[in-house]
């Protein structure tokens, strides 16, 4: 109640004609971070609810944390750091500035965007902030992550008209530039390190070898080195449940991307072009995580019901076809889900065509 009367009282000042009017985006922005927006539709039809969009980001934060918290812990148990206090610790050390650098670099944009054009303050980089520390490996420098979330923001977003007007994910689009612009530091075998000791991800390993030295079980739990939110599959899924049971994601997209992958890795598996089971590729990587939170974006994925399925097995699927024909390039996932954000509109415009042409069918035959 107590900041609810000094939000109030401020509110003037921050107004229009206010003497700091020219922050009124910036101030609304932090209101409606703080409160429930009591504006409603005036006209036309509209749904009254308490969830706007800031509150369905912070539920796929909330999503995010059980991968995020275990794979700060991970990055200590990779470099030998003996119990789980401690370990956590260390790499809660390791990730923290990158978390900062997102966070502080992609809002600054957003907000001098949306003072600049008069709009009120965006919310979808309450989760691409998060996304972007999460799928970088911990040895990339910091410059390197602010000047891919400035791309990812200016490029992959303000350009199309901010948020909900983006045609490809922002995370991923930070996660590419970085690659294709510093691949020495994105990719290789002495990319991921902690501590100071380097080695392949499991993944790599994978690709190069047909095995790796960590058990399946291991992988699944996350006890392997990668970057920090794709270790742990059992940690991805916990947040997949949330998003689920929430409503936010899509389970249609969820499933139909583990089974695009899962049919292509046995496809391969059964034609000799990779020896080990076809399961693996979804415990190691950015697969699961791909497929959780990344391919199930609402602005970028398909739209309709059928597109859906269409569009989440293609992205498993590529991913797969990528890893196992492209022995350069191991990890298919980020081109894979890019790829599809691109077709997307396309796969639902073929199934809208579909629909009329059949009920047009169906009208013609009643006559």
């Not at 004609?17 to 922050?23: S, V, Y």
């Not at 670099?105 to 907000?111: C, D, M, N, P, V």
């Amino acid at each position: 109640m107590g900041l609810r009367q000094f939000v109030d009282k401020i509110k003037p000042t921050f107004s229009e004609g206010g003497k700091l009017g020219f922050l009124h985006s910036t101030f609304e922005g932090f209101e409606t971070f703080l409160f429930v927006p009591n504006t409603t539709t005036s006209k036309g039809a509209h749904i009254r609810d308490c969830n706007d969009i800031k509150r369905v980001m912070i539920v796929v934060v909330l999503a995010l944390i059980p991968a995020m918290l275990f794979g700060m812990y991970n990055l200590g148990y990779q470099a030998g750091i003996e119990g789980i206090l401690p370990a956590f610790w260390f790499g809660f050390l390791k990730m923290l500035p990158m978390i900062i650098v997102s966070y502080v670099t992609g809002l600054a944009i957003e907000f001098a965007f949306a003072q600049k054009r008069k709009h009120e303050i965006n919310e979808g980089f309450l989760v691409t902030g998060l996304l972007i520390p999460m799928v970088m490996p911990v040895s990339v420098p910091l410059w390197i992550v602010a000047l891919s979330t400035a791309f990812a923001v200016i490029i992959g977003k303000e350009v199309f008209g901010g948020t909900g007007m983006n045609v490809f994910n922002p995370a991923l689009l930070a996660r590419a530039f970085a690659f294709f612009a510093y691949t020495p530091q994105m990719s290789g075998e002495a990319v991921w390190y902690a501590d100071g000791a380097t080695g392949a991800t499991a993944l790599e390993q994978l690709s190069t070898t047909g095995a790796m030295q960590w058990s399946a079980l291991d992988a699944f739990i996350g006890l392997i080195p990668g970057s920090m939110g794709e270790t742990s599959t059992l940690a991805i899924l916990i947040g997949a449940a949330i998003l689920l049971f929430t409503g936010v994601a899509s389970w249609r997209i969820m499933l139909s991307v583990f089974v695009g992958g899962l049919a292509f890795g046995y496809l391969f598996d059964a034609v000799g072009l990779t020896e080990f089971p076809a399961y693996y590729h979804l415990l190691v990587g950015g697969f699961a995580f791909g497929a959780v939170f990344m391919a199930t974006d609402p602005v970028t994925s398909a739209q309709t019901n059928t597109g859906k399925w269409i569009y989440g097995f293609m992205v498993g699927a590529l991913a797969i076809l990528i890893r196992v024909i492209n022995p350069a390039y191991p990890e298919g996932m980020m081109l894979s889900i890019l790829f599809m954000n691109a077709l997307a509109p396309l796969i639902d415009y073929f199934v809208v065509e579909r629909n009329i042409a059949r009920r047009k069918k169906l009208i013609k035959n009643v006559k």
